[in-house]
């Protein structure tokens, strides 16, 4: 069974930065795209960035130039740094894996910026 145990998020200032970590766990198979989603209040749930096996990286145009994806493929880890916080980039953010046609999510982890 794939598990999915994210680390990171918290309170931070306008401006500020904070890290956010996955790793995964139970896979038979090879992940082909690891990465995050986010959800704020009464929104739907949007992709923030991802990184697939080959080393391409997709980022929304919201967080680009400010958020820092990363994999490590031999951990099975993702890391996304964000930079430059906004009050906007509140939400609740979900790690996730792509395996062939299937998609695991981890539990969210809280990230809030204050104004």
């Known amino acids: 069974q794939v598990q999915l145990v994210e680390s990171g998020g918290g309170l931070v200032q306008a401006g500020g930065s904070l890290r956010l970590s996955c790793v995964a766990s139970?896979?038979?198979?090879?992940?082909?795209?690891m990465g995050w989603y986010r959800q704020a209040p009464g929104k739907q749930r949007e992709l923030v960035a991802r990184?697939?096996?080959?080393?391409?990286?997709d980022y929304a145009d919201s967080v680009k130039d400010r958020f820092i994806i990363s994999r490590d493929n031999a951990k099975n880890m993702v890391n996304l740094q964000m930079n430059n916080l906004k009050p906007e980039d509140t939400a609740v953010y979900y790690c996730y894996i792509r395996i062939r046609a299937n998609l695991n999510w981890g539990q969210g982890t809280q990230v809030t910026v204050s104004s």
């Open positions: 139970g896979s038979a198979f090879s992940i082909d795209y």
């Open positions: 990184a697939s096996s080959g080393s391409s990286l």
